[in-house]
Nanobody, 125 residues
Framework: QVQLVESGGGSVQAGGSLRLSCTAS????????MAWFRQAPGKEREGVAR????????RYSDSVAGRFTLVQDSAKNTVYLEMNSLKPEDTAQYYC??????????????????WGRGIQVTVSS
């Protein structure tokens, strides 16, 4: 089992920055990827960014590439999502995910993926 704890959300004006953190505990040795997804009201959950825990390779959705940066601190089992140049359309509940799924699309049913409880990010215009 893996537990994920997110922190760092909040409210900011457009153009501002926020940093989200996600710390994993438990059976972290078998995690291949950690990622952030988000879900806005009335919309499907979408992948934002992911990182391979072994090599640090990252991938971003087109909507955030160039504005968001995902980094990891392996010693702390923590990933940080640095969000810059935030836009109102970035407003969503952000979820940390970890497991053997490394895509930015939603994992297929039955794939072992752990989710955090979610954290709100609100960007005002």
């Amino acid at each position: 089992q893996v537990q994920l704890v997110e922190s760092g959300g909040g409210s900011v004006q457009a153009g501002g920055s926020l940093r989200l953190s996600c710390t994993a505990s438990g059976s972290t040795f078998y995690l291949t990827c950690m990622a952030w997804f988000r879900q806005a009201p009335g919309k499907e959950r979408e992948g934002v960014a992911r990182i391979y825990t072994g090599g640090g390779n990252t991938r971003y959705s087109d909507s955030v590439a160039g504005r968001f940066t995902l980094v990891q601190d392996s010693a702390k089992n923590t990933v940080y999502l640095e969000m810059n140049s935030l836009k109102p359309e970035d407003t969503a509940q952000y979820y940390c995910a970890a497991g053997k799924w490394c895509g930015l699309d939603l994992p297929p049913p039955g794939r072992e993926v752990y989710w955090g409880r979610g954290i709100q990010v609100t960007v005002s215009s």
